[in-house]
């Protein structure tokens, strides 16, 4: 019996996982309002009432979404720095993953928060309040890595890192928003020269030891 | 009888602008796709017939709503630069006004042009084609400053205009997005400060002195 409940609830697990994908998918490109239960029913092939089972709600489908889409991100961004060594090199991995990310269109419109954000910034609720969490989250990301560098001596200590945190930031979505709206791809480099120009300019002499150097990256971007 | 045709075309045109205002307003926090006819007339207290007689299809709609927002972002940002005088003058007027205007709030949900691309990045069509060159209009806005600003010797002519103008439309976009998502309105001085940091570390000695001091916007943003 218990064995029995027990594959239930793994085979439920899985359409659950099979409808996010799905639903990321849809949302990444035509918005989380666009994410009806009736369209993605369609598309799945599932009755309506089978996806009322997993989400009750319009709503409780964007939050699942949001954090599939979250999950998503963490694999490709936040992971690979687990191998960066701690301070610099680990900021610059997560800017440079981070770019590459959107590059390789892991979601097909894009970053998947900036267009969330975009969508729900003017909609107070819990979606926008996720949404505005998760990017929190994101900032504070990298304002660690920002102070971990400066405690390593890698990176100058009169530098805010919040001030930081938001350049950085700023130059990625700039890229995102380049390359989704005009398909510029030579943002990415843009937006690559400018914060290591950046990281450059503000580490140590130990520190500049630890980044590409700027030309080094234009050569690799020209191939 | 021409007087009495002159009259109707006139009324004509004020009930377009003032159906295009409105149209705006909706837009800039609802989005484009949120602007249906329908709402519009309930809006107005006018009929869907008589909507339809200005704006035939929802596109045509939400085409000539880009276009008079547009016509607000001339006015609101593009015209106050005709008073500063060409080359950096005239660039740094551009960015600082620009900000004052997302941070006043001249559209209710930020800027709309960013709010307008992020919608419809992934929609081609005619709104998202317009939508593009509006942006394309304004990097060439900054990107000809800049070019001013080299060949009046204020600013240094190893900098790429290009790079400078995404750079400087980054931190603004990442501060109008900074303030919706979050309502920091830090984000606008942390622009102000990266952006004014930059130019005075490209500009020549002339160029410097036609900027104010960094310590100076400081200042002027903590009052």
Redesign the interface.
Same mark, same amino acid.
């Given at each position: 019996m218990k064995a029995a409940k027990n594959a239930a609830r793994a085979r439920g697990e899985r359409t659950r996982q099979a409808i996010l994908k799905t639903a990321v998918d849809i949302a990444s490109?035509?918005?989380l309002?666009g994410l009806t239960i009736g369209r993605l029913a369609a598309k799945l092939s599932l009755s309506k009432s089978g996806l009322f089972a997993h989400f009750g709600s319009k709503e409780d489908l964007q939050l699942a979404t949001v954090d599939a889409a979250r999950a998503i991100f963490i694999r490709e961004v936040i992971r690979p720095t687990f191998e960066a060594a701690r301070g610099l090199p680990c900021l610059w991995t997560l800017c440079d993953v981070w770019l590459a990310y959107v590059q390789r269109g892991v979601f097909?419109?894009?970053c998947f928060f /900036?267009?969330a954000?975009? *969508?729900f910034? &003017?909609?107070p609720g819990p979606v926008?309040d996720r949404?505005?969490e998760i990017?929190?989250e994101w900032l504070s990301t990298l304002r660690r890595a920002i102070v971990d560098a400066q405690q390593a001596l890698q990176l100058a200590n009169d530098i805010d890192p /919040?001030?930081l945190a938001? *350049?950085i930031? &700023?130059?990625e979505?700039?890229?995102n928003?380049?390359f989704?709206?005009?398909g510029d791809k030579q943002?990415f480099k843009?937006?690559r020269?400018?914060i290591l120009e950046r990281l450059q300019r503000g580490s140590t002499e130990l520190g500049s030891t630890l980044l590409p150097s700027l030309k080094g990256t234009r050569n690799r971007k020209k191939r």
């Open positions: 490109v035509e918005g309002e097909r419109g894009g /900036a267009a954000a975009a *969508e910034d &003017s909609r926008r949404v505005a990017m929190r /919040a001030q938001f *350049e930031n &700023s130059l979505m700039g890229a928003w380049a989704q709206l005009h943002a843009r937006a020269d400018s």
